[in-house]
């Protein structure tokens, strides 16, 4: 089985900046101070400094809300934004109502972290039952990306189910023989390239989980990106997908573009208790207004446009499984996000990437890379707001130029 590298980031520059360079390529101290020179080797960049300053100059951006500023960010908070005070009232309150509302559940509550968020309410749901185990998907953000804090700072104990390649299923979960306190399900599935489980599939899931007493709680930090395949497929809401789980987190940067935060919404007890585990994590700052605003703002602005997104994505998707060296995962896609697999050398699909930045301003990939191996390559491409300013055939020949001429038909 391949072995995905710990290169995903969460920032578009992380993808391709912390790369590490070949030895070939890694620069001695001596050879780091001389000027770079116009050899082959020059079109790849030598340091994360020299990307980052070809990004800069770029006007386009392909990957999901595009490049992000200050400017744009400040701009999204109001100027007549009514504050809070330590999470209470004002837009803060605003936010957690609409949140609660849009999915059905009595209340929600605003926290800076998704991270905080989710640990946070598997501890609470694990403190309500006789069980520590939380169980998820190996590629669960809150086993590869925070720290194992769940079992740090929670005492919680992870049973995992699925594979790299392989999403979580009711029939891997029968496979789980032990009390469970919660059924942890994210959706889209970001590290498998945006899948989802058909309707049926995700009712088995939760069922699984109730039929034993656990909770169900939902990684809906792209929530916004999983509404339009379960609308198309299903006729159901964010409301119906919400009403099969116990608790439901989402976020507001990620796909929404916002500065920062995100809401978990569940019942009124359950979200009562998660204000004390917020202010036991750090969380309870002063004032949250700025990220609430941003947020609110963010979910007016891009909120009902993700069916456009997905309906783009399913576009390009075929768009790019036509090329040859090019593999979409999966196929056909079910969120506007989506894995492009490139067959070819790191270095040459990376040169050319920067090449296409270099000569056309145009910045291709955000998000996170995986190098599978010396001849295979992964990114992730979300289909946001930036991407439907390309139309699909300059979006052909850009990834045409990208792919290795020996690879190409
Ligand atoms: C699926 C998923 N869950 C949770 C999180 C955590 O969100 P935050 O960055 O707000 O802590 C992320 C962040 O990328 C994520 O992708």
Request: net charge positive.
């Amino acid at each position: 089985m391949l072995q995905v590298s710990k290169t995903f980031g969460p920032t578009p520059l992380s993808s391709v900046i912390h790369m590490t360079p070949t030895p070939a390529q890694r620069p001695t101290t001596k050879q780091a101070t001389r000027p770079v020179a116009r050899t082959r080797a020059r079109r790849v960049p030598a340091s994360p400094d020299e990307l980052r300053a070809i990004y800069e100059q770029c006007t386009r951006f392909m990957n999901g809300t595009g490049k992000r500023s200050a400017t744009s960010l400040l701009a999204s908070i109001p100027d007549d934004t009514v504050m809070d005070l330590y999470g209470e009232g004002g837009v803060v309150a605003e936010l957690e109502h609409e949140i609660a509302t849009l999915l059905g559940k009595e209340a929600a509550l605003f926290m800076i972290t998704g991270t905080m968020a989710q640990q946070a309410t598997l501890r609470i749901h694990a403190d309500r039952r006789s069980s520590r185990t939380i169980v998820f998907h190996p590629q669960c953000h809150l086993d590869v990306r925070e720290e194992r804090a769940y079992e740090r700072l929670h005492g919680l104990v992870a049973a995992t189910c699925g594979g790299y390649a392989t999403p979580l299923s009711a029939e891997l979960l029968a496979s789980v023989h032990e009390p469970v306190a919660a059924l942890l399900v994210e959706l889209p599935q970001r590290d498998l390239g945006g899948t989802l489980p058909e309707w049926e599939e995700l009712i088995a899931q939760t069922q699984w989980a109730r039929d034993r007493g656990a909770a169900t709680h939902l990684d809906g930090a792209r929530l916004w990106e999983a509404a339009p395949f379960y609308r198309a497929t299903a006729g159901k809401s964010p409301a119906d997908i919400s009403a099969l789980f116990d608790t439901v987190y989402v976020s507001f940067y990620k796909g929404l573009g916002a500065i920062a935060g995100c809401c978990v919404a569940g019942d009124a007890a359950t979200i009562e208790e998660l204000k004390l585990w917020r202010i036991r994590h750090g969380g309870r700052a002063f004032g949250l207004w700025p990220y609430a605003a941003s947020a609110q703002s963010a979910l007016a602005l891009r909120g009902h446009r993700f069916g456009d997104y997905y309906e783009r994505a399913r576009a390009i998707a075929t768009t790019l499984q036509r090329l040859d060296g090019v593999e979409v995962l999966p196929f056909p896609v079910q969120s506007p996000m989506m894995h492009v697999r490139i067959r070819g050398d790191r270095d040459k699909v990376m040169a050319a990437m920067v090449d296409v930045a270099r000569r056309d301003g145009v910045w291709m990939f955000g998000g996170a890379y995986a190098n599978e191996g010396p001849s295979l390559q992964r990114f992730e491409f979300n289909v946001g707001e930036a991407t439907m300013a390309f139309s699909l055939r300059e979006i052909r020949e850009l990834f045409q130029r990208v792919v290795p001429p020996s690879r190409r038909r």
